[in-house]
Nanobody, 112 residues
Framework: QVQLVESGGGLVQPGGSLRLSCVAS????????MGWYRQAPGNERELVAI???????VYGDSVKGRFTMSRDNAKNTVYLQMNSLKPEDTAVYYC??????WGKGTLVTVSS
């Protein structure tokens, strides 16, 4: 079993920044396969960023150049640095391990 706990969401103005964190515990042997997803009201869950099996990071088209996913292997933690936020980035952001285990999500609201 793997437990995932996200934090760092909140209300931010357009153009602002937030950093999300996801701490993994349990039977987590590698941070490869960890990813961030988001779901806005009325929309399907979509990929934001994922650490692929080879260790490279893949980003969704809508966040390329604005969001950066990073990792701290020693802390079993992945981060999502979100810059130049737009109202359309408003969503619940979920951390996932290999799309098998999911956190409860953290709400990000971008509004003036």
């Amino acid at each position: 079993q793997v437990q995932l706990v996200e934090s760092g969401g909140g209300l931010v103005q357009p153009g602002g920044s937030l950093r999300l964190s996801c701490v993994a515990s349990g039977s987590i042997f590698s941070l490869n396969g960890m990813g961030w997803y988001r779901q806005a009201p009325g929309n399907e869950r979509e990929l934001v960023a994922i650490i692929a099996s080879g260790g490279t990071t893949v980003y969704g088209d809508s966040v390329k150049g604005r969001f950066t996913m990073s990792r701290d292997n020693a802390k079993n933690t992945v981060y999502l640095q979100m810059n130049s936020l737009k109202p359309e980035d408003t969503a619940v952001y979920y951390c996932s391990a290999r799309q098998v285990y999911w956190g409860k999500g953290t709400l990000v609201t971008v509004s003036s």
